[in-house]
């Protein structure tokens, strides 16, 4: 009879926790983008098998949507507190542009808006995703110059939306924090412009 030893280790095996994969898998999409994360990409980094990978998250898209979800509560920008009422419209969305500026620059292995970058996906799904939060967005600034401006509630909006697009992509291609904020500040005067007083 050969002897074998076994090696037992003691207890339960660590059991996968589904919120920390979220923090961990939105690291790599935001570093990454989504199209370029596959689901070796995430079973890796998540430290799971496929067969967990799924009956955790269901997809790839299943997870992003609890990534945008979470992203929307922790790390986009607080659209809320900077759309306050006792300041002109005019400040309180120059104001945006600058801490937008300041986000997509902030990490430098995770440039850009997550959301912004997600409605440019390959993914059908992730894109909609995507979408539902950035509409939502731009229906909260739009409504908050509405309040005091409503015949330039649209065409304002649309150039906030544009104008945080082009700062999420110029951050995704290497721009820096200074020359976002050059940009977002020229924004602004832009909007001080159009909105005097």
Do not use: W
């Amino acid at each position: 009879m050969v002897a074998t030893n076994l090696v037992r280790t003691r207890g339960r095996p660590r059991k996968f926790d589904p919120e920390h994969g979220v923090v961990a898998a939105q690291s790599l999409f935001h570093e990454r983008g989504y199209d370029a994360v596959g689901i070796a990409d995430l079973t890796k980094a998540l430290g799971i098998n496929p067969p967990s990978f799924y009956a955790a998250y269901g997809s790839k898209a299943g997870l992003y949507a609890r990534i945008l979800d979470r992203y929307a509560k922790t790390g986009a920008i607080p659209l809320a507190m900077i759309l306050s009422a006792d300041r002109p419209v005019s400040a309180a969305l120059a104001a945006l542009l600058e801490q937008a500026a300041r986000s997509y620059a902030a990490d430098p292995n995770a440039t850009g808006c997550l959301v912004l970058e997600g409605t440019r996906s390959n993914d059908a799904h992730a894109r909609d995703a995507a979408c539902r939060f950035h509409d939502a967005a731009q229906m909260v600034i739009r409504r908050y110059i509405a309040q005091r401006h409503p015949q330039d509630a649209d065409q304002l909006a649309d150039f906030v939306a544009t104008t945080m697009a082009g700062l999420s992509a110029s951050a995704r291609h290497g721009q820096g924090l200074e020359r976002l904020l050059s940009s977002a500040r020229l924004a602004g005067e832009a909007l001080k412009q159009a909105l005097p007083g």
